[in-house]
C-alpha cells in the first residue's frame, strides 16, 4: 500500500505538469516558457487544495487530538512525498526559462547544468525547505509519530491553504495584472491565509496540546517530543520571513512604489516586469 501511494504520487503530480504544459501549448499556442510557468503554478495549486482538504476532513474527524487516527494522516504523507522532489526540479525549469527571456540578466547562461549554480543560489530556502519535508517532516510523520497525532497532521497540512493565492499572484505579475482587483482582492487572501495557516500555525499546535493536556503553555515545549520542536524552530522562522516579504509587498503596492512581491518559488522578491 505505502509503495503504491508513494508510486501514485510520483505519476500523478508530474503526469499533470506535462498535461497542463502540453494543453497550454497546442490547444492554447502559449510559449515553452509560459506553458512551463503556469503549469507549474497550477501543480502547486492542486497539491495544495488536495492537502487542505484531507487536513480539513483529519481535524474535524478527531475529537481526542492525541489517540484518534485517520487514514488519510498517513496515506496522504505518503501520496504528498514525490511532489516536493518534482517540485524541485519544476522550480529549476521555471528558471530556466526565465533565463531565456530576451534581455535578461542571466540571460547569457546557455546550458542547464550551467544553471544549476545560480539556480540553487536564488531558491537556497526554497529547495531546503523541501529536502527538509522528505528527509525530516515526512519520516517524523510516518514513523516517530507512532500512530499518535493525526488531528495535529492535519493542522499541518492545512497550512497549504494560502498556496493557491500564492500561485495566482504569481500568475497575474507574470501577464501584468499587477494593477487588476483580482490581483488586489487575491492580495488581501494571501495575507489573510497565510498569517493564519502558517504564522499562526505553531503557536497554535503548542496551544492545543497546553489545553487538551491541561499544562501551562510554556511547559509544551519541554513534554514535547524533540523532533516537534525542531520542526517548529526550523520551519517557523521561515514563515515570519516570507509573510514579512508579502507585507512589505503590500505596503509598496499602497504607497504606490515600485513592488516587490512573495515568490512562491523561493524567498526572492519578484518585480513588475515577472523577472527574478
Known sequence: MSVALVTAGAVFFPGLYLLSKWTLRRLM???????????TRLVSSVQAI????AGYIITSSCRDIIEDRHWLADAYILFATPYFAYDIYAMFLCYW???QVKGHEDGRVRSMGAAVPGYLRREAL????HIFMVAFCCPASLFWRQGKGDYFQGVL??????????CLGKVLIQYQ??????????????????????VLLF???????SRFSSIPLTSVPLVAPWQCNLGAALLWPLQLYWFGLICRGAVRTLTGRRRSTFNPDGALPLNHSGKN
Open 50 to 53: 488536495m492537502a487542505s482538504s
Open 126 to 129: 526554497m529547495v531546503m525547505h
Open 157 to 166: 497540512f492545512l497550512a497549504e491553504l494560502s498556496t493557491p493565492f500564492v
Open 177 to 198: 495584472k499587477q494593477n487588476s482587483v483580482l490581483h488586489k482582492v487575491n492580495g488581501v487572501l494571501l495575507m489573510f491565509t497565510f498569517f493564519c495557516c502558517r
Open 97 to 99: 526559462h526565465k533565463l
Open 203 to 209: 503557536p497554535y499546535l503548542y496551544f492545543a496540546y
Open 29 to 39: 499556442g502559449w510559449s515553452q516558457g509560459d506553458a512551463a510557468i503556469a503549469s
